[in-house]
């Protein structure tokens, strides 16, 4: 299982690093990514990286203000956000998986969630 870290209680327009940690059962996957949930809402996508040559993709709503990375050892997974809105507001999960998708389901490792509140 992947371990996420990071989050916490923020003012608008602060910003965050999240951090997720790899497992070595992971390594193989072809993607790391990091999707979001709100109360009462459906999980979202956020941003994904192709760890064959750390190209990303990002959803609509923080392009510009979120940047997912690796560090160094290539087994943990960044999440920089800046700018945060109260729409920001939600627990965050980070996921390995075998193709690049902006759905759920297609990924089959996960990690325990960590909450971000954006105070406005």
């Known amino acids: 299982q992947l371990q996420a870290s990071g989050g916490g209680l923020v003012q608008a327009g602060g910003s965050l690093r999240l951090a997720c940690a790899a497992p070595?059962?992971?390594?193989?996957?072809?993607?790391l990514a990091w999707f979001r949930q709100a109360t009462g809402k459906e999980r979202q996508f956020v941003a994904v990286l192709r760890t064959d040559g750390d190209s990303t993709l990002y959803a609509d709503s923080v392009k510009g203000r979120f940047t997912i990375s690796r560090g160094n050892g290539k087994n943990t997974v960044y999440l920089e956000m800046r700018n945060l809105k109260s729409d920001d507001t939600a627990v965050y999960y980070c996921a390995a998986g075998p193709i690049s998708s902006y759905t759920y389901p297609h990924y089959p490792y996960w990690g325990q969630g960590t909450l971000v509140t954006v105070s406005s």
């Open positions: 070595e059962s992971t390594r193989s996957m072809y993607t």
